[in-house]
Each structure stands twice: as C-alpha cells, then as structure tokens.
C-alpha cells in the first residue's frame, strides 16, 4: 500500500482506454455507475443505519422510563419537583420530535442517504441547545436517568457524525456534481440551438433585405437616367430658390418686429387673459405674426391687419408699463413704434412675397403633374428604409454571433468539468460528445 493509500484508501487504477459517448449514452454510463456507487455507500453506511435504529429504540425507552415517573408526586421540596416535572415534560415533548423526525426512512438514492444525514445531525444538534435549560432542571432530581440518557443521546450524535463522514467521503457527491453539469449543459445546447435558428432566420432576411435594397437602386438608377428628370431637378431647384427668397422676406419681417416684439407678446397675453378686447380674427393674425410668419402673411396678405395692431399697440404703449423699464426706454419704443406703423410693409415685404407664392403655386402645379419626381422621392425613401432594415438585422445578427461564440466557450467549459469529475470519481476516462 502507498503512502497516499494510508489516508485516502486504495484507488481504482485509470484505465488506459477512453471511451466517447453522446449525452444520451453519457446519462446511460452514469446511471449504471451511479446504481454501482450506490449499492457500494449502502455496504457501507447500512451497519451505521442498524446502530442508529438500535440507539434510537433505547433512547425511546429511556423515555418512557421518564413518563412514569410524575416527580410532583414524589416527596420533597413540593415547588422545586413541580418546576422539574414542567421541565421533564418539555424535555420528552422536544426528544418526541427528534425521534419522530430522525427516524431511518427507506433510502433509495444518495440524495434522500445525504439528507437524511446531514439534516437528522442539524437537528439534533439544534433541539439539543435549545432545550438545554429543561435538560438540566430535570437533572436536579433525575440526576443518574439523566446521564444515562446523555450517554445514549452523545452514542447517537458520532452515528450521525460518522454516518456524516461516508457520505462526504462517498463519489456521489461527484457524481451530483456531474448531473447539476449536465443540466447546465443541456440548457446551453438548447439556448444554441434556439441561437442557431435565429442566425439562420436573420441570415435569410439580411439576404432578402439586400435584394431589395439591389432592386429598388436599379429602379432609382434607371429613374435618374429618364430624359424627364432634367426637367424635374429644374423645376425643383427654381422651387428651391422661390422657398429660400421667401425665406428672406419673412426673415426681413421678423428682423422688424423684433423692436416691439415683447410689447407685442404682452399685448397679446392681455388679449387672451380678456383685458383687452379684439376681433377674434386680429387676435389669431396677431399669435400667428409672433410664432408663424408665414402663415399670419397668407392671412394678412395686404398688411392692414398688421397696421391696425401696431395702431392699437401705441395707446396701450404711452399709457401703461406694457414691457419697458422707465420712460426712456418708452419714448425709444414708441419712436420705433412709429417708424414701423408708418413703414410700407406692402410694397417692401408683402407684395412680392405674394408674387413668391403665385410663382411657387405654378411650380407646384407643374411639379405635381411630373410623376418622375414622386417616383423618385418614394424610392429613396422606400431605399432608406431599406438601409435602416438592414443595419437592425446586422446589428442583431451580430450579437447572435457574439452569444453563440460565447455559449460554445462555456459549452465546452462545462463539457471539461464534468469529465474531469467522472475521472475524478469514478475513474473513467469519458470523452463527452457534443455537436456544435
């Protein structure tokens, strides 16, 4: 015997052979192995079983020797025997529970052996200090029965303990670890297989999604080459350049209100609070020309109604602080005031924004007529859609990709660890087949 032999017990040699197995012949494999272990760990731990049982049965008499005693009755210290008496009954109430709760069940796998051990020791362990007082209340009378009883209760804890001891030193546990490994393993293959699927699907729809997008730009290549489209860029670059003109005009217009622009704003806050009475009409033109230029123009084509406000604004301005600090800054306003009602906004600003609007409706009207241009503008939107398709599936493939290189690492992890168990504890060299 070796040196290690002494400590750890004569190991089964490792034989040279390795076997590979699928999962469903590996589960066989460790069934068969597992029933052998089994059978050897019940040899083995049956005699402690057998003592444990003979324990517990003189435990049990030794408790109903303390039943028939009723200390009350006894002679002595009347108080002292009636607190004893309480005490010896909680002590036999907890002891009742222990029996009843560590008694030998039918063991049929290593799990319900490991159990059984590990939670009848817990057990005793706990019951024993928590009744500890009425232990030694008792003892004040039953001093000699009580002893008896340690001896028998003390016999009971090292069959646990030892029963402990073969169940840690047993290969089952190993073998526990191996099938916690496995369920882990069989959740990693079915979540690849799940990834697997996914890739494929998204593979497909990147590969459908980029003939589209070849598709729909032969169609745009082929609208761009129609004589036609000349035409249409024409007409949309003189769209373009009315749009920026008139840009400049509103732009020009909202440069001059900007003098009186919070007086304007007051002078409609106190229109909508109802301490100024206005048409409706004016009321929605004078909003419209501080947040909508464009629009409050289309209403207020000639300008008059913008007049009439800035007439209406003056009284209000040399009456009441409508947002000026002091007189001076006042007078300044009214002077631009002033300026303004007297500015023709028709012929600088207005009229030829009109004439914009004439030119851009023809423009419309042409443009409208040219079903090239809609054409185009739906394909490139149809394309750029296309595109953002495209990025998502990619995007989504890629991290597809990325977990299932992830998942084959800890698939092959977990394949090591339990093989590296099985030699470990059983003493077989397993090469654990999987398909990735």
């Known amino acids: 015997m070796g040196f290690l032999d002494r400590f750890f017990g004569r ?15 590996f589960l066989d494999f460790l069934d068969k192995r597992e029933a052998v272990e089994f059978s050897a760990l019940m040899k083995r731990v049956s005699p402690r079983l057998n003592e444990i049982q003979t324990v517990q049965e003189e435990l049990s008499r030794q408790l109903d020797d303390f039943r028939k005693r009723n200390l009350e009755l006894e002679e002595g210290h009347t108080r002292l025997r009636k607190i004893v008496e309480s005490s010896k009954r909680g002590f036999l109430l907890a002891m009742d529970t222990v029996l009843a709760k560590t008694k030998v069940p039918d063991l049929e796998n290593f799990e319900a052996v490991k159990a059984f051990a590990a939670d009848s020791l817990a057990l005793l362990e706990r019951e024993v200090v928590s009744f500890g007082k009425n232990i030694v209340y008792t003892g004040l009378v039953m001093r000699r029965e009580l002893k ?35 369920k882990d393993l069989q ?26 997008t070849d598709d729909t730009s032969q169609e ?12 249409w860029e024409k007409l949309v670059g003189q769209r373009d350049e009315l749009l920026a003109r008139q840009r400049d005009l509103k732009n020009r217009l909202v440069g001059l209100l900007a003098f009186v622009d919070k007086q304007l704003r007051r002078f409609l806050k106190r229109v909508q609070a109802g301490h100024y009475g206005l048409d409706p009409r004016q009321a929605k033109i004078l909003g419209l020309y501080l947040e909508n230029p464009f629009d409050a123009i289309r209403e207020d084509p000639e300008a008059r109604e913008l007049k ?16 000026v ?43 409208s007529g040219m079903k090239l241009g809609d054409q185009i503008i739906a394909r490139e939107k149809w394309l750029h859609g296309l595109e953002g398709l495209k990025a998502s599936a990619a995007e989504e ?20 660890q339990i093989e590296t168990l099985v030699l470990a504890a059983l003493r077989s060299r397993v090469i654990l087949k999987v398909d990735l």
């Open 11 to 25: 190991m089964e040699p490792v034989p040279d052979t390795t076997a590979i197995l699928l999962l469903p012949e």
């Open 148 to 182: 008896d009883f340690g001896k028998a209760l003390q016999e009971f804890q090292s069959l646990l303990v030892d029963l402990n001891g073969l169940v840690a030193k047993s290969a089952l546990n190993q073998v526990s670890r191996c099938r916690a490994g496995l």
């Open 187 to 212: 959740a990693l293959l079915a979540e690849r297989g799940s990834l697997t699927e996914k890739a494929a699907a998204l593979e497909a729809q990147l590969a459908e999604l980029r003939q589209k």
């Open 220 to 231: 745009l290549s082929l609208l761009r080459a129609s004589p036609e489209l000349v035409e």
């Open 308 to 323: 009439r406000l800035l007439l209406q604004l003056r009284p209000l301005l040399e009456a009441e602080d409508i947002g």
């Open 325 to 367: 600090k002091d007189d001076r800054e006042r007078e300044r306003k009214l002077a631009t005031l002033n300026e303004l009602i007297a500015h023709d906004f028709f012929t600088e600003i207005f009229s030829k924004f009109n004439a914009l609007e004439a030119e851009l409706f023809a423009l419309g009207q042409r443009l």
């Open 397 to 416: 493939l890629s991290m597809v990709r990325a977990r299932l290189t992830e998942n084959e690492e800890q698939v092959m992890q977990c394949k090591g």
